[in-house]
């Protein structure tokens, strides 16, 4: 609940693209490749203005930001940061960042591959 006594509202972001050095063999952590972003991001409602809530683009934005600026082994590890980042915006409530390989997916045969992490407030 925030001040005013209202529960958190959820604002979804789908299909987030970036570029990251991340995964288990060395030779993906040396060449970026693409991962999506799946963001469910539980808000405290303010008012109906932008400055009373996180805007869509510094979440989109700080997403991608950590997928490119560190590198990780796990995918698992990697989803736990993004929504690490995300929440660290402030005014946020909850974070499920769902994290998607579509490399990985295509080299096994598999529809996908993706880590999810939820950090609360």
Do not use: C
Not at 54 to 79: G, P, W
């Amino acid at each position: 609940m925030n001040e005013k006594g209202l529960p958190p509202m959820l604002i979804t972001l789908a299909g987030i693209r970036a570029s990251g050095r991340h995964g288990a063999n060395p030779g993906e952590r040396l060449q970026a490749q693409e991962f999506v972003v799946d963001l469910s991001v539980w808000v405290h409602p303010g008012g109906d203005r932008l400055e009373e809530t996180v805007d869509y683009r510094d979440i989109v934005r700080t997403a991608r930001q950590a997928i490119a600026s560190k590198s990780f082994i796990l995918l698992e590890t990697l989803a736990e940061a993004v929504a690490d980042s995300v929440i660290a915006l402030g005014d946020i409530a909850r974070v499920t960042a769902v994290v998607h390989k579509p490399g990985a997916a295509a080299s096994l045969g598999v529809g996908d591959v993706s880590a999810e992490a939820t950090v609360n407030e």
